[in-house]
């Protein structure tokens, strides 16, 4: 792009530190369907703040005043101009952020700069829960995308979160918006690491319907003011060094606005604030590319599309899940041959790769890999209508052993989110830590010791967990509360659990040319326990997704009743109760 602060900015092109920014440039010369350059085109981003300043020269001709709406006045009229008297900037800059204009040789470029920018003014006074509720649904239809660069306090000595007036508004835009393919949600994940917040501790961050995002400096590193937790998806470049985006121009009671600076810029915005609609921005990328993709759709790709950073950080660990990450592997990008999401509480699954997300929002199309229905296991005591499961018993103080309790879950899901409801009486609750362990052995940290929180109790809190992502929900769930100071004591009173995921029978992508274990249905016949059997000798009736016939090396396990299957290219397997193949043309 020709615009003038282009080269400062390093969140889209870091020069300094080539590897450590979203990769942008090459997505924007992906062409859609209609070959048009992928610049977000078509896609509506609502910037829920403080209001924007539409004139701007970056923001103007990419604004639509019809769609806006300004929950600050008694009128709810459609103007969401931020008070210049107030000094609120902020949504202007998020705005600019997400999609300023490209090109115009002036002011800042934003990740989607020919993306439809929606002002919705909800942040200059204060609001309550149906105004709130009231913003996150605003012509639902029509927006595809709401950025949220605001959240309760990051003091990290309050556990606090949407109204249910909110909370049934996330539902509804999810499960109704853009004609049922749902509405995309991203939140700043949280700027209170210094006060050792936890964006568990946010309740808008840990919504299963949320997209929680941290941040990263120009080195790739986590930002000095990022907080961490269970909850985080994906992490996006952000201050420090600061970013450079559009702001307001000067304002006086005798002039109204400075006119004659049409192009604004900001220098040092940054935070958590500026991560999210960088996020926002590529995932109108990724929905020009493919808007057929639904809510879930995007976090699964923007899952499988993230990039490893700070790879020497203690933090990272594999899951267990089947499915893998995509990956420019030898200038090709593909799916790597290693099972399992790489994870961190810091970062998520990792920084956001604008290119890979868009090429895998095009594979998405092009292999068929839609997820399916969305599907939900309550775990806890059947016998109770809630599903509290009564534990009543004390923790030990100053033990980091703590106490235990587990849930076994019977059926099984392919896990996306995991809620995890917990009633904890306790005199000092910055003195716990409470950890959830997968029957596959991840471990989830829902909250750390925090030695600035003083105050009492955890009071029938909602955690969130998507470190799970991809496994299997089968198996014993394990919670562990300790007391890691001495003197206050407390009392484990009750949980539960809701896993969220969807049917196991799913695409799982695995190398080719590698053996991988395929278990058969029981009745297959005989005649299997050959060596590089092909896959001509099977019918339809055992390979129900059997496309054609081409030759496929076996090996027959008869002590463990496995069938072992060479992969050649574009074979994918699925996986259910039972697994078959499925040859793709």
């Not at 979160?161 to 393919?181: A, C, F, H, M, V």
């Not at 995509?326 to 604008?354: C, E, M, P």
Request: aromatic share 12%; proline share 4%.
């Amino acid at each position: 792009p020709n615009d003038q602060f282009f080269p400062n900015q390093w969140h889209l092109k870091n020069t300094q530190f080539p590897e450590e920014d979203v990769n942008i440039e090459y997505a924007w010369d992906e062409l859609d369907e209609n070959n048009l350059p992928i610049r977000g085109t078509g896609i509506n981003i609502a910037i829920v703040d403080d209001g924007v300043y539409y004139n701007h020269g970056d923001l103007n001709s990419n604004y639509n005043h019809n769609l806006s709406l300004n929950l600050n006045s008694e009128e709810f009229s459609t103007n969401a101009e931020p008070l210049g008297q107030y000094f609120a900037s902020h949504g202007t800059s998020c705005a600019g952020v997400a999609g300023g204009m490209a090109d115009n040789g002036k002011g800042i470029v934003g990740a989607a700069p020919n993306c439809n920018i929606i002002g919705i003014k909800l942040l200059e006074s204060s609001v309550d829960d149906s105004q709130e509720a009231q913003a996150l649904t605003h012509y639902k239809d029509q927006i595809h995308i709401y950025n949220n660069s605001w959240g309760p306090s990051d003091s990290g000595t309050i556990f606090s979160g949407p109204g249910p007036l909110t909370i049934n508004s996330l539902e509804e835009g999810t499960s109704l918006g853009r004609q049922g393919k749902g509405n995309i949600y991203v939140w700043a994940g949280g700027n209170g690491r210094n006060n050792n917040d936890n964006s568990n501790r946010d309740g808008y961050c840990n919504s299963i319907y949320t997209i929680a995002v941290s941040a990263v400096n120009n080195e790739g590193k986590q930002s000095y003011y990022s907080e961490k937790g269970s909850n985080i998806l994906i992490a996006s470049p952000s201050s420090s060094p600061g970013i450079t985006t559009s702001t307001i121009p000067n304002w006086s009671y005798q002039n109204g606005w400075d006119t004659t600076n049409l192009y604004p810029v900001k220098f040092n915005f940054g935070g958590t604030s500026s991560a999210a609609p960088l996020v926002s921005g590529i995932i109108a990328l990724m929905l020009q590319a493919n808007e057929k993709l639904t809510w879930r759709d995007v976090m699964y790709i923007l899952i499988q599309s993230s990039r490893q950073n700070d790879s020497n950080d203690p933090g990272w660990s594999y899951n267990n899940s089947q499915d893998s990450h995509y990956l420019s592997i030898n200038n090709t990008y593909q799916y790597n041959s290693h099972s399992g999401y790489h994870i961190n509480d810091k970062y998520g699954f990792g920084v956001i790769d604008a290119l890979c997300a868009v090429k895998l929002s095009k594979k998405w199309e092009n292999d068929g890999l839609y997820v399916d229905n969305y599907l939900s296991i309550h775990a806890g005591d059947s016998n109770n209508p809630d599903f509290w499961k009564y534990i009543n018993l004390d923790i030990p103080d100053n033990n980091e052993n703590g106490i235990s309790d587990t849930l076994i879950v019977s059926n099984s899901v392919k896990v996306e989110q995991i809620e995890i409801w917990l009633d904890i009486s306790h005199t000092y609750r910055g003195d716990l830590k409470i950890t959830l362990t997968s029957p596959s052995g991840t471990e989830s940290v829902l909250l750390d010791v925090n030695n600035y929180d003083f105050n009492n109790n955890i009071n029938e809190w909602k955690f969130m967990t998507v470190r799970c992502w991809g496994e299997i929900s089968e198996g014993a769930w394990t919670i562990n509360i300790s007391d890691n100071n001495v003197y206050y004591t407390g009392t484990f009173i009750k949980w539960k659990m809701f896993i969220h995921g969807t049917n196991i029978i799913q695409p799982y992508n695995l190398a080719a040319n590698q053996w991988h274990i395929i278990s058969l249905p029981s009745n297959l016949p005989e005649l299997i326990n050959k060596i590089n059997y092909t896959i001509s000798n099977f019918t339809s009736d055992y390979i129900p997704n059997y496309k054609n016939n081409s030759c496929h090396e076996f090996k027959y396990d008869s002590e463990n009743g496995y069938i072992w299957h060479l992969l050649n290219d574009n074979d994918i397997i699925e996986d259910g109760k039972a697994y078959w193949i499925e040859t793709l043309s």
